[in-house]
């Protein structure tokens, strides 16, 4: 099955590992993932902040663009996911706004329907491949693994998660990889997005309080589906151990990474050697070694 | 940032500024601010309120009262990360984090911020780069904002850059996508510009708070 793959900044910047795990997972999965050419960025969540109308139209061009290509939109950063979703959910709504920005696109040649799906790639991987499909495919367990899913605040929003999604039933993909399944309460709390670069103070301790919520759920790795969270865990794990005194380090792979893992790909094709701290194979005999004294 | 504390006061009617509520209403998802229970949902499940000088519950129940200055000079209202708990939550069906998008947008559109607040100075930069090319780049984003708001952060903050970039995650080059479709881009933005009649939206005819406030009854005093 082929999908038109919407990677959005972040895939073609600092989450270049992201990508490379992404496009390696889907091929081993008999998925196919086609670039939308020309796309544009779609605004995050920051456009909206100095324009509104313009920040919907950011939107609506890649969705137009999509629609003529026919097949359903792959958006892998939970900001593009939201955005997409909640243009196409305003562009329903309100026909005003709807008004002017088909005015907007018809300047430009495009058209837009309202038809088009938008899907997070976990969200394809539950529906197209399925837990059972996935667990065939599996050729080297997480044995051991203790694996806490964070999913961050906008992919469980008002305008996200398809019908008939679920976290809960996302959660079903860790032991599907032969990994424990760590009970993670703050899964869908925010990690303060652009907040660790502007006020960092704040953004730090939201990311301490998610990191040392994973070190007390004797989690080894915490594993993202946004390419923004997984910087933000990941890069700032120093700075929150020197301001805290609290060491909180811990590998944060992008979901299909560990999905790449467990599906026997090489650590080249899944971008680990990219990551600011690094997971690795013996990982969980390491974690097991250095916590056990402690907790007893 | 102003603290509550330090400038609570009251207020006649005649300062209150009504039009405030007209145009959050007038907003997608801001429709709803009459309806507010001022139960305080909101600011309970915001992961931020605790940094907040007014809570979400509070900035809305000053939107309606028409106390614009306190609001749009807010704290609060740079704080919010947009992560949408507090619409997810609230009872009424306001869409809190639009309310938020709309009060940064007034504070920008009226200049009311510190220079080197990098909250808004963000916003503007993330703009301009997406204007002229069609995408953002993180790493040309953060230098420019870093410079503008604090370039002695650069010494703290290459580090990580250095790291990123020994891992192929820094893309130093450009992103830009092809000329003819940032062209197409711009004159879409534009014509939506033209189109929404500057900044402003024409604000709908309704009355908000018409009861007496207890600012009035403490004029004397």
């Known amino acids: ?296 | 940032m102003a603290h509550p504390t330090f400038f609570k006061k009251v207020k006649y009617e005649k300062e209150l500024e009504r039009d405030l509520a007209a145009e959050i209403i007038a907003t997608p998802g801001g429709e709803k601010i009459l309806s507010c229970l001022q139960c305080g949902t909101c600011g309970s499940a915001c992961p931020l309120s605790v940094y907040m000088d007014y809570t979400p519950r509070k900035l809305i129940g000053m939107v309606r009262e028409g106390f614009k200055e306190e609001v749009v000079t807010s704290f609060a209202i740079w704080l919010c990360a947009s992560c949408y708990e507090c619409t997810v939550r609230c009872p009424s069906g306001i869409g809190v984090t639009e309310v938020m998008y709309a009060l940064k947008r007034i504070a920008i559109r009226e200049g009311i911020y510190p220079r080197h607040f990098p909250v808004p100075v963000l916003a503007k930069e993330f703009l301009k780069m997406l204007k002229g090319s069609g995408r953002t780049n993180e790493f040309w984003l953060v230098l420019r904002v870093l410079l503008k708001t604090a370039p002695m952060k650069l010494l703290t903050s290459w580090p990580l850059g250095l790291r990123l970039w020994q891992r192929g995650r820094m893309c130093l080059g450009s992103t830009r996508i092809p000329k003819a479709a940032n062209e197409d881009l711009r004159r879409m933005l534009e014509v939506i510009e033209a189109s929404t009649g500057g900044p402003l939206k024409s604000p709908l005819p309704v009355t908000v708070g018409a009861q007496p406030s207890g600012g009035d009854l403490k004029k004397a005093a």
């Open chain 1, 1 to 296: 099955m082929a999908y038109t793959y919407f990677p959005g900044c972040c895939m073609h910047g600092f989450a270049r590992h992201c990508q490379d795990s992404l496009y390696a997972v889907f091929d081993a999965l008999g998925l196919e993932l086609r670039e939308l050419p020309e796309w544009n960025c779609c605004g995050a969540t920051t456009y909206i902040s100095v324009e509104e109308n313009q920040a919907f139209a950011l939107g609506a061009r890649n969705l137009a663009m999509a629609e003529k290509l026919g097949s359903e939109i792959v958006a892998p950063c939970t900001a593009c996911y939201m955005i997409l979703k909640k243009t196409k959910d305003h562009l329903a709504r309100y026909p005003d706004l709807r008004e002017k920005i088909d005015q907007a696109l018809a300047a430009i040649g495009l058209h837009y329907e309202g038809k088009i799906e938008i899907l997070h790639p976990l969200e394809i991987i539950l529906r197209d491949v399925g837990v059972k499909g996935l667990k065939a495919k599996v050729k080297k367990p997480l044995r051991g693994w203790n694996v806490a899913p964070y999913y961050g605040c906008l992919i469980a929003r008002p305008y996200a998660l398809s019908e008939g999604f679920t976290l809960e039933a996302f959660d079903q993909l860790v032991p599907a990889l032969g990994a424990n399944l760590v009970d993670f309460e703050l899964k869908a709390r925010c990690c303060g997005g652009s907040l660790t670069g502007t006020i960092e103070e704040v953004g730090h301790r939201l990311v301490y309080i998610l990191l040392h919520q994973a070190k007390l759920a004797r989690a080894h790795c915490l594993v993202t589906v946004c390419p923004l969270c997984q910087l933000n865990l990941e890069a700032h794990q120093g700075k929150i151990k020197r301001r805290y005194g609290d060491d909180v380090t811990i590998p944060i792979p992008y979901f299909t990474q560990l999905i790449g893992m467990a599906l026997g790909l090489s650590e080249k094709a899944l971008g680990l050697e990219k990551l600011l701290v690094p997971l690795r194979w013996e990982l969980a005999e390491k974690a097991f070694a250095a916590r056990e004294p402690a907790a007893a």
